[in-house]
């Protein structure tokens, strides 16, 4: 079953060895909208030109028009729930995508 990605900020709580940090990261979702993955490492901009360079600059921006997410460790494995909210990250899959 395919799905569709978004780049979304995450915030990753202090530790005892860590500060606090936030960074933009991938995340993948099905067609119902529900968080199936996300990147281990933050997204960097990137191009072969400086206006693909810019251009990705602006993608990865979009991530800032979405509510900010965190790694919540559960029983088994790890979810992304909002920082605010507190309820599971989902997305609306984009206009036309369908199963």
């Known amino acids: 079953m395919s799905g569709f990605w978004n780049?979304?900020?995450?915030?990753c709580e202090a530790t005892k060895d860590e500060e606090a940090l936030y960074q933009i990261h991938e995340v993948e979702y099905n067609l119902n909208g529900k968080v199936t993955n996300w990147s281990?490492?933050?997204?960097?901009?990137?191009?072969r030109t400086i206006d693909e360079l810019l251009a990705d600059t602006e993608r990865l921006k979009?991530?800032?028009?979405k509510p900010i997410l965190?790694?919540?460790?559960?029983?088994?494995?790890?979810?992304?729930v909002e920082v605010e909210s507190g309820l599971?990250?989902?997305a609306e899959p984009p206009a036309g995508l369908s199963q």
């Open 70 to 80: 965190k790694v919540v460790r559960k029983p088994r494995g790890y979810e992304l």
């Open 88 to 90: 599971e990250a989902s």
């Open 40 to 47: 281990e490492t933050g997204a960097a901009p990137f191009g």
């Open 62 to 65: 979009s991530a800032f028009e």
């Open 7 to 11: 780049y979304r900020v995450i915030f």
